[in-house]
């Protein structure tokens, strides 16, 4: 496995983890923001999940600009 490879294993493994932490909690979460209004749980989601694809279109622009070098 060389270098690049291991980095990139390595900072997909901590993205999957934090993102797996807040999934499980993310029920909670949406519970604690739809007690104050529905859309807001919505909200909650929404932005979890576009947090979610950012992360790995922001990482792979990331490694596409480090290609060109």
């Known amino acids: 496995m060389g270098r690049d490879t291991r980095?990139?294993?390595?900072?997909a493994l901590w993205i999957m983890l934090?993102?797996?932490?807040?999934?499980?909690?993310l029920p909670k979460l949406?519970?604690?923001?739809?007690g104050i209004s529905g859309v807001?749980?919505?909200?909650v989601?929404?932005?979890?999940?576009?947090g979610f694809f950012?992360?790995?279109w922001l990482r792979?622009?990331?490694q596409r600009k480090n290609q060109d070098k």
């Open 7 to 11: 980095n990139a294993a390595i900072a």
């Open 18 to 25: 934090l993102f797996g932490i807040a999934a499980y909690n």
């Open 45 to 50: 989601a929404v932005v979890f999940l576009l």
């Open 30 to 34: 949406m519970l604690a923001a739809g």
């Open 60 to 62: 792979s622009r990331y």
């Open 54 to 56: 950012a992360v790995f």
């Open 40 to 43: 807001l749980a919505g909200i």
